[in-house]
């Protein structure tokens, strides 16, 4: 015999502790758990929970009505405890994840990549800094108060980009001088 309000109350329970974490770490980068154990594909917990809890109400109704058979009632179960064990399982591993070191960047880029990424910078600044200088030699033969505005914005938009893009160079030929002094 199936104990609904046990199955409720558990549930209840996940509900809090979910919400718990959820607020305190957000969403996560990916949807927590497989599409096949879980239809809503969430990135937080509480929607999981929220689909066991739907799971129960459904085997629940069914069960008031005299619909359940038995292979349908194992499967709704069987999807129900597996559900559960993930959500806790989840909750379990919180505290080792929090001690666990953050990963501080991702795969190490070969020289030869960093050296096509500096060579794309360098034909960025110098596109940039062309436009730039476009935009300003525009500036100074205008004659309209308003065309002037627009033209002063989008110029220093552009040494905006260009600043920015420099400062990417710098970043990445210090990169590839680390690494060739690395060896």
């Not at 129960?56 to 038995?70: T, V, W």
């Not at 064990?85 to 909750?91: C, D, G, I, S």
Request: with cysteine.
């Amino acid at each position: 015999m199936l104990d609904f309000q046990r199955l409720e109350d558990l549930a209840t329970q996940l509900a809090d502790e979910a919400a718990n974490t959820d607020s305190k770490r957000g969403e996560a980068q990916r949807p927590l758990f497989d599409e096949q154990l879980f239809h809503c594909r969430s990135k937080l917990l509480v929607p999981c929970v929220e689909e066991i809890r739907e799971e129960i109400l459904a085997l629940s109704r069914e069960h008031s009505q005299g619909k359940l058979n038995p292979s349908r009632t194992q499967h709704i179960c069987e999807r129900i405890v597996s559900q559960i064990q993930a959500v806790q399982r989840e909750l379990a591993t919180q505290q080792i994840r929090k001690n666990e070191p953050q990963r501080t960047r991702s795969r190490r880029k070969p020289i030869y990549e960093l050296k096509q990424d500096l060579a794309q910078h360098q034909v960025w600044a110098k596109r940039l800094a062309n436009m730039q200088r476009h935009k300003e030699r525009a500036l100074s033969q205008c004659r309209s108060a308003d065309e002037q505005q627009v033209l002063q914005n989008e110029a220093a938009t552009l040494a905006e980009r260009l600043r920015r893009c420099k400062i990417a160079l710098a970043k990445i030929e210090k990169q590839i001088s680390m690494r060739e002094r690395k060896g």
